[in-house]
């Protein structure tokens, strides 16, 4: 690789035969990268077979939810690597694909590199049940109408950014749970940053902690505030006035 990478994968309670063996694959796959668990609500035997990885763990005794471990293992990063990214612990985007996403960033085609099972050309080789395959089609659906970025998908667990457009967005963070990846999207688009979806391979991966409805709920009322945030980026006069009237909660590096 010609720029340095460093991966980070968050996990909450992960299956860790399944986790250390994915991140024996990544290693393999990405010679010399930096890998990173960020680690919630463990038991001792998941610390335990995590220690033997190749990857550095940080451990935090209780649940920070998706985004807060990200950002808090690409702030562990950041000063070190050109690439920072991100996958999800249940390797439900096998190595090799997730190499083409963060490939986009390496390259310099992407400041925001955004992997997508539901590209036309991505493979999915085994599904979601119905109901979140269309909950997720129509949150697809009005997030291109809502954001400046037109992607197929704007939630799936491999995205890639470069250091520097990390700098520019980490300040306007503030979701902890799985919410920050929209928020990622969107800011990342609100500041002209060039965003590039990247076809993936994905399997979906029993054992989700996700409940689709009540999650979907949380995301809907999630999008708009993504959207509300990304006006003021672009100095919306509207939004800006609405955020005056409003106590401004603090992004997620200010709480590290």
């Not at 963060?102 to 310099?108: N, T, W």
């Not at 939004?239 to 709480?255: D, F, G, N, S, Y």
Request: aromatic fraction near 8%; glycine fraction near 6%; include cysteine.
């Amino acid at each position: 690789m010609s720029r340095s990478v460093g991966i980070v994968v968050p996990a909450y309670r992960p299956n860790p035969e399944r986790l250390a063996s994915y991140l024996r694959a990544l290693d393999d796959e990405f010679a010399g990268a930096r890998l990173h668990v960020e680690l919630d609500d463990p038991d001792e035997r998941t610390v335990e077979v995590l220690s033997e990885s190749p990857a550095t763990v940080s451990v935090t005794p209780y649940r920070r939810g998706k985004g807060a471990a990200i950002t808090a293992g690409f702030e562990r990063l950041d000063a070190d690597v050109d690439v920072l990214a991100f996958a999800d612990a249940d390797g439900s985007t096998p190595p090799s694909s997730f190499a083409a996403v963060v490939g986009a960033a390496v390259d310099g085609r992407a400041d925001l590199a955004a992997g997508s099972r539901r590209h036309p050309d991505s493979t999915v080789e085994s599904h979601q049940t119905f109901a979140r395959r269309r909950l997720g089609d129509g949150f697809a659906w009005l997030a291109r109408r809502l954001l400046d970025a037109d992607l197929y998908d704007y939630q799936c667990g491999a995205k890639a950014i470069s250091a520097d457009a990390w700098d520019r967005v980490r300040e306007h963070l503030y979701a902890p749970g799985f919410a920050w990846d929209i928020e990622l999207v969107a800011m990342a688009a609100a500041m002209n940053r060039d965003v590039e979806e990247v076809p993936i391979t994905w399997q979906d991966q029993p054992g989700s902690t996700v409940s689709p409805v009540r999650t979907s709920l949380r995301m809907a009322r999630a999008l708009f505030t993504a959207r509300h945030r990304a006006k003021r980026v672009r100095d919306s006069q509207l939004h800006t006035a609405i955020a005056a009237r409003r106590e401004q909660p603090k992004a997620l590096v200010e709480r590290e």
